[in-house]
């Protein structure tokens, strides 16, 4: 999914090329029928060839050559509009050919059972069905979406994520999830199916990409009813003109009335044909725009949600933090010597897997001395860490060595007749308060101290709280620490509220409360127990390397399963409805300079003084017509990068932002167009066509 800066321009002549013949072929009047504002210059364009026609046969009601131009134009005003639009799908065509390159029909190694061991048939991944159970062994192509129910593999995602490096997925836990088309490199796994086909995560990918599963949002369906009204009311008024020109040159007795054609050119110049014309492109490289930052989204609906969240949930955990907490201090209780408390805390940590295990066991390899005696001689019973426990340990012999969260070492402790002392209590809540993790180690009824593991926060993210809070928006960790702990750690990294001690029902519950003030919120997950909650977010961003759960949960997959990418999804979505604002005012601003150019045109011979209006001092009255309809047409060619692009996107409120569109695109959408019809009118002149 990734392209290089490179691997984009080599494609650029072809995507061009590819965009001119389907502007082409989007001339059908019923693709023209879709967008009201460009069907109606789909039929003043047939009207002005019509009336060229006629004139060709000696009964034009204007000059022939004059009115070509003015249809020449109005059909290269279709043209451009039509090529913003194919441009913008033409891209994720592109990507959608290469994502076809990855996706191939395999022998799959199905199973009789979810059983490595169960007997094997050779089946084509094209009649794989949801439930069916596969082998996949080191170099094979997953045959399809799915979820491992034996074994661990390093796989090979970069067909479908762009990315290189390889990565683990092993059963149970929340990276169990696979993807059809990739290769494991390593070792094996027992993928249960989990889609029929034609239904695959990659199926999905090219449909969207594509744009064939685009829709209309509501934002986007609102404004094009809100232009369609607007070209009804220019339609009925220039309507009127036609009669009310004939019934002043009667009733003055001087003057023609106006034509055809020059209601036609101000019909067309004055409906906001800009922001019409580039209004699906707009829509579509929002989505590319997506795609190209590796996230997936199951309709355009929830690209512009996420512009207008009001409310993020983030994760503390590799989100805020960098994820694993490392030990990086022993506190010894009373009486005891921090030699014997890292010797303990080593042992306990022996059979913890974990990250912060692992780093225990490190940190006191200096301090335990001997700790590892026990385990060579045998006499070592170690106990695995658990989440139902949570707790480490060893025995031996007569001695009960348990490492832990505080709550699970005194209930292991109440177990034991015993409790923990008030000063191990205050020296665990001092290191809690201090936004680490505390750990307590205990020898049986003895508590040996506490272990501190300190979660580092990312750089940079408090600034990135602040600019989301510059745009209104309110940030909120969701941890499973204890207060304490989560009260200082959202302290340090600057967000407005945290959630402790979160479970399923608790993640829910918060995003159901938000939700009834009126209020969007957006939040990321890839677990099995975080689908209920995605489920009821307004923007529900699934981690690729998460469970199925997760991400038929969520309404945007991160291919890069990367949480903190949920921030850059708001600025996406917020980037995409700046743009769709900015071009609106600049296309309706367009139209004051268009009426001082036409109005006095088309009443020069019936009202002179109208001429006064003629502010820009074009030529004649047919070269102002002429020249607005040509830069009518030709602003759309300059506006497709634009609108493609995006307008460049800053961390301001809604009053700031509105502040900033009336001054540049407002104020611009009202020069630009003088300055340009009046050189238009200029070059017309020069070349003798006025």
């Known amino acids: ?373 026990h385990e060579r001689d045998g006499r070592a019973l170690f106990v695995p860490f658990t989440a139902q426990t949570r707790m480490s340990g060893v025995d031996i012999g007569d001695r009960r060595i348990r490492k832990g969260a505080m709550d699970a070492v005194e209930r292991h402790l109440e177990a034991h007749e015993s409790h923990m002392p008030p000063l191990v209590k205050r020296m665990a809540e001092d290191v809690a308060r201090r936004g680490a993790t505390p750990l307590v180690v205990v020898d049986g009824a003895l508590t040996l101290g506490v272990i501190e593991l300190k979660d580092i926060v990312k750089d940079g993210i408090k600034e990135r709280f602040a600019e989301m809070r510059r745009m209104g928006i309110r940030t909120v960790m969701i941890t499973g620490d204890n207060p304490l702990t989560a009260a200082a750690i959202a302290a340090e990294a600057g967000v407005d509220d945290f959630l402790a001690e979160a479970t399923p029902e608790a993640k829910l519950g918060l995003i159901r409360d938000i939700q009834a003030e009126n209020r969007l919120v957006a939040m990321c997950g890839d677990g099995t127990n975080d689908a209920p909650a995605l489920a009821q977010a307004d923007v529900a961003v699934a981690m690729n390397s998460g469970t199925q759960a997760a991400k038929e949960a969520g309404n945007m997959v991160d291919l890069d399963s990367n949480p903190t990418k949920l921030i850059e999804i708001v600025a996406i979505g917020k980037q995409m409805l700046i743009t769709r604002g900015a071009l609106t005012t600049f296309s309706v601003a367009n139209d004051i300079a268009k009426y001082f150019a036409i109005i006095p045109a088309a009443f020069a011979t019936t009202y002179p003084a109208l001429d006064t209006l003629n502010v820009m001092r074009l030529a004649t009255p047919q070269s102002a017509i002429l020249s607005a309809v040509i830069f009518n047409a030709l602003i759309i060619v300059f506006l497709i990068p634009l609108a493609l692009k995006g307008v460049a996107y800053r961390a301001l409120g809604a009053g700031a932002l509105l502040r900033r569109n009336l001054l540049v695109y407002g104020l611009g959408g009202i020069a630009v167009p003088f300055a340009g019809i009046k050189l238009i009118d200029m070059l017309l002149v020069l070349l003798g066509l006025a």
């Open 1 to 373: 999914m990734n392209h290089s800066t490179s691997q984009r321009r080599s494609f650029d002549r072809a995507l061009l090329a590819r965009a001119l013949g389907d502007a082409v072929l989007k001339l059908s009047p019923r693709l023209q029928f879709r967008n009201p504002v460009m069907f109606v210059v789909f039929v003043c364009s047939v009207l002005t060839t019509l009336l060229w026609v006629q004139a060709l046969a000696g009964h034009g009601e204007a000059p022939a050559g004059f009115i070509f131009w003015v249809s020449v134009w109005l059909w290269f005003t279709l043209l451009f509009a039509n090529f913003a639009e194919a441009l913008a799908e033409g891209r994720g065509k592109a990507q959608a050919d290469a994502l076809r390159g990855s996706r191939r029909d395999v022998a799959a190694k199905k199973l009789a059972s979810a059983d490595r061991a169960a007997s094997i048939v050779f089946t084509p991944s094209s009649e794989l069905r949801a439930g069916h159970f596969v082998l996949v062994e080191a170099g094979d192509i997953v045959p399809g979406d799915g979820e491992i129910v034996e074994g661990a593999a390093s796989v090979d995602e970069s067909a479908i994520t762009g990315e290189s490096a390889p990565v683990i997925r092993e059963s149970g836990g929340d990276r169990s999830a696979v993807t059809g088309g990739t290769r494991v490199l390593s070792d094996w796994i027992v993928i249960r199916i989990t889609s029929n086909p034609g239904e695959s995560f990659l199926d999905r990918m090219i449909s969207m990409v594509e744009g064939a599963s685009r829709r209309k949002t509501p934002n986007e369906i609102a404004l094009t009813i809100l232009l369609a009204k607007f070209t009804l009311i220019f339609l009925l008024a220039c309507a009127t003109l036609l009669p009310y020109s004939i019934y002043s040159v009667q009733a003055a007795g001087i003057g023609n009335p106006i034509t055809l054609t020059v209601l036609i050119a101000l019909l067309v110049c004055l409906i906001p044909t800009t922001i019409g014309a580039l209004l699906s492109a707009i829509g579509i490289a929002g989505m590319d725009r997506m795609i190209r930052a590796n996230v997936i989204a199951t309709s355009g609906r929830a690209v512009e949600a996420a512009g207008d969240v009001d409310v993020l949930l983030l994760d503390k955990t590799g989100t805020i933090t960098l994820g694993n907490r490392q030990a990086v201090a022993f506190h010894a209780a009373p009486g005891i010597d921090e030699r014997e408390l890292a010797q303990a805390a080593e042992l306990a940590s022996r059979a913890d897997e974990t990250p912060e295990g692992r780093s225990i066991v490190t940190l006191a390899a200096g301090l335990s001395g001997g700790g590892g005696q």
